[in-house]
């Protein structure tokens, strides 16, 4: 099997080398116990204007391993610079099996892609075709407190996070910290959207997988650690609200809290919340203290 690791960095030097030796000690140790079924891995690397020197350091691990870097300008940030992987990845389509995207703050366990393939088999045989597959991932430490994976979505549009329970489960949406996406659904939905930036690229794919009637499940165990590492809702607040409005503009435009790529998200996988969406946002600009205790009320994290 062949799979082309889709990854993106900026100036995350040690973690983006922990990210990959993690990844190929998976590999290795998939192979060590699958010697009929090979495994394969080529990363495609966007190298986001890192001045840490990330690239020359991934490069002395290519030693052995397929690794092909892509420059990006610093401009490109997470959505961006994994669209710039995986097409620089596509020029060789025939070729690859499944692509797996990772995070560079992510640290694969060893027994990822057992767990992968595990829930692959297990969704061709309950759903009769290939889905995509969420790597759940926990924070450093403790097993028991899920980061990454994915989520239900209820009737008010909260996110419940799903824990792994010993077998895959299907999911409304999931996060790519660690998503294994075979060939075949690629050729259906293509990659991530051209109209993210940063965040939201994830979330909008797994969900136009589930319209395209494509199943999407977290694993049946953690297959790596990642620490959660952005702000509640109470915190993100606290902070909004205590900003001028020059600044919370500033911050509400800028490609990590976008509020844009967030409509765009809800246009296109929401779109009858569409309305009620963008005057929330305008609240939130305007009115932010309303914008948040309407969040309270309704239990959002």
């Not at 990454?148 to 549009?157: E, I, N």
């Not at 939905?189 to 997988?209: C, K, N, V």
Request: net charge neutral.
């Amino acid at each position: 099997m062949h799979i082309a690791v889709i990854i993106t960095c900026h100036n995350r030097k040690a973690k983006t080398l922990q990210c990959l030796s993690n990844l190929f000690a998976a590999g290795t140790a998939y192979n060590n116990n699958n010697r009929r079924d090979e495994l394969h891995l080529a990363v495609f690397l966007t190298d986001d204007g890192c001045t840490d020197g990330t690239a020359e350091a991934v490069e002395k691990l290519a030693d052995g391993n397929e690794i092909h870097i892509i420059k990006g300008d610093g401009n490109l940030f997470w959505a961006g610079g994994m669209r710039a992987a995986w097409n620089e990845a596509l020029k060789e389509r025939k070729k690859w099996d499944f692509y797996l995207l990772a995070n560079d703050d992510t640290f694969a366990f060893d027994t990822l892609f057992d767990e992968l393939f595990a829930s692959h088999q297990y969704c061709l045989s309950h759903y009769g075709r290939a889905g995509l597959y969420s790597g759940v991932t926990c924070k450093p430490g403790h097993p028991d407190v899920t980061t990454y994976g994915g989520d239900k979505v209820d009737w008010l549009c909260r996110l419940h996070r799903v824990k792994p329970n010993g077998q895959p489960q299907p999911v409304d949406e999931a996060n790519a910290n660690l998503l294994l996406v075979p060939a075949e659904v690629v050729e259906q939905i293509g990659i991530f959207y051209e109209g993210y930036t940063h965040s939201s690229a994830d979330y909008d794919y797994t969900r136009q997988a589930v319209k395209h009637h494509i199943p999407v499940l977290i694993t049946g165990n953690n297959c790596g650690e990642c620490d959660y590492d952005h702000d509640s809702g109470k915190i993100e607040g606290e902070k909004v609200i205590q900003m001028n409005f020059r600044q919370r503009r500033a911050f509400l435009n800028h490609p990590l809290h976008s509020d844009k790529e967030y409509i765009t998200f809800v246009r296109r996988n929401m779109p009858m919340r569409l309305p009620v969406t963008w005057v929330l946002r305008k609240l939130r600009l305007y009115f932010p203290k309303i914008y948040y205790g309407i969040n309270r009320l309704r239990k959002i994290r």
